[in-house]
Nanobody
């Protein structure tokens, strides 16, 4: 059993910043690729960023590249999503996901991931 927990969401004005954190007690992070997805109001869940388990490779959705930074600290069993220059269209529930093993070429697809958190709400006002 893996329990994934996101935190750090909140309300922020456009142009502001937030940092999300994701932990999974009992999970050895070095064995898992990690990712962030989000679901905006009225839309499907979409890919944001994926981080391979040990290679340091990080992949971003075009909509967030240059504004968001995904990172991980395997020693702390924590992954992060630093979100800068937030826009109203970034408003969504943000989900942390874990995939056993390394990423493959389908890393933007939700079915690639084995475990999901319950999400944390990010609201960006204009």
């Amino acid at each position: 059993q893996v329990h994934v927990v996101e935190s750090g969401g909140g309300l922020v004005q456009a142009g502001g910043s937030l940092r999300l954190s994701c932990t999974a007690p009992g999970l050895t992070f070095s064995m898992y690729a990690m990712a962030w997805f989000r679901r905006a109001p009225g839309k499907d869940r979409e890919f944001v960023v994926a981080m391979d388990r040990s290679s340091g490779r990080t992949y971003y959705a075009a909509s967030v590249k240059g504004r968001f930074t995904g990172s991980r600290d395997n020693n702390k069993n924590t992954v992060y999503l630093q979100m800068n220059n937030l826009k109203p269209e970034d408003t969504a529930v943000y989900y942390c996901a874990a995939r056993h093993g390394s990423l493959d070429f389908a890393y933007i697809r939700i079915f690639e991931y084995d475990y999901w958190g319950q999400g944390t709400q990010v609201t960006v006002s204009s």
